[in-house]
């Protein structure tokens, strides 16, 4: 069952129980626990100005967040794995256009053995936009059987745009495995040269290529309304 | 009055390398014409001068296409006028899926003639029809182009692009390689299918024997060092098969 809401500040979802939550609209700050066992989708398709989130998962707890980011402010995400068994993925899409400039922040903590995180982010910026991706994970010494992994991939547009990662990866455990990945760089030559070859406008073959790029997030996900909605929603504003 | 494709002395080069060194060519409509040549002799890079590739620079010479100045138009508009080429080494496209590409590809064409976008029954009918002659399943044209297809596959799905854009000068280079006897006896079927006295075949091979059976050309012509040396029918395959292109090369260094 899909539940909208809107402006989280406080939310708790409580033990054993399963839930997709649709967000409309965002509030400053949002806290969300999400207790032993529950199974949590969370999509947030809008945003508002400056936001951040933050969200607790407890043992066994399931945690999907997917988000679409369009630079309004700057966006703070904080993950903490605090029970065993925990999971947590944390999915982005960023898309910057006209001389926006916008931090995304994320943090995953580890902080409970058997904790397993996965994150993709996927930006595209242009004009004159400025994006920052400081992705931090955090793994303490002691902790056991840990799996991260974290993926950042940016396209640039435009000569002018920007995308600056700054990983962080913390890790003083050993029985880790954490896998990284960070890669910015232009749309294909080769494949912008296809695409014409069949007739296609340039200015439609980067659109194509562009929505190819960041449906590799959105297809992901497994109600069919909520994934077009996002689809439909990603698009550079004015 | 010019020919319908008239190449003129064309100069071509890639970086600082001249590729093309004065090649001239004419193709009238409802002809099919084999190009052959030793490696480097500039096949591919011909291929890639007439759709514009921006990866090459013509330095010199004309391309007059239907009347039109081919090298004034951008790669877009050149496919747009009916410029197809099958490629020798299909690009992949990961996250599109080859309906998606068609739909873009065909709607692109309506779009700069003025005319509304396909309808969804009128394009799956376009789609499936061609995909059955050409041994495309559903699920080829669902999974991202190019993507994890076998050499065959891809040259097939090249084809089956040329069968759905229906396009009036038809550049096939180097189509039988990576290919099994089976396909490449689709895709030659595919070829046949498509003749028509409206439009025209250009088909860059080594393969005498596809060429016989699949092709079967009205013209034939040698390319080396940048430069046609030696034009005629069918029979001059003979000569290659016979003698190689050694007797042609030098004759282009003479």
Known sequence: ?238 | MSAWLEIKDLHAKVGDKPILNGLSLTIDAGETHVIMGPNGSGKSTLSNVLCGNPNYEVTGGSVSFKGQNLLEMSVEERARAGIFLAFQSPIELPGVSMSTFMKYALNARRKAAGEKELDAVSFMKRIKVRAQALDITDEMLKRPVNVGFSGGEKKRLEIFQMAVLEPDFCILDEMDSGMDVDAVKVAGSGVQIMRSPERSFLVISHNTKFLREQIKPDHVHILARGRVVAEGGAELMDTIDRDGFAGFIKEAVA
């Open chain 1, 1 to 238: 069952m899909v539940e909208e809401i809107s402006e989280i500040t406080r939310l708790t979802v409580d033990a054993g129980r399963t839930a997709v939550f649709v967000e409309k609209q965002l509030s400053d700050k949002a806290e969300i626990v999400v207790e032993a066992g529950a199974r949590v989708k969370h999509y947030r398709l809008h945003e508002g100005a400056n936001h951040a989130l933050s969200v607790k998962i407890g043992q066994g707890a399931s945690y999907e967040l997917v988000t679409l980011h369009k630079g309004n402010g700057n966006l703070t995400l904080s993950f903490d794995l605090a029970g065993e068994e925990a999971f947590c993925r944390s999915d982005v899409v960023y898309m910057l256009s006209g001389d926006r400039k916008s931090l995304i922040a994320s943090d995953v903590r580890h902080n409970a053995d058997n904790t397993v995180s996965r994150q993709l982010v996927k930006g595209a910026v242009t004009d004159k936009a400025f994006a920052t991706f400081e992705g931090g994970v955090f793994i303490p010494y002691e902790r056991k059987k840990i799996d991260g992994a974290q993926q950042h991939r940016a396209i640039l547009l435009s000569p002018d745009a920007t995308v600056k990662a700054v990983p962080r990866l913390e890790i003083y455990a050993d029985d880790v495995k954490c896998a990284h990945g960070s890669a910015i760089g232009s749309l294909n030559k080769d494949q912008l040269y296809y695409l014409r070859t069949r007739g296609i406008d340039e200015a439609d073959a980067r659109a194509l290529l562009t929505r190819a790029f960041l449906d590799e997030v959105f297809d992901s996900i497994e109600e069919e309304d909520i994934r077009e909605d996002f689809k439909r929603l990603a698009v550079f504003e004015k």
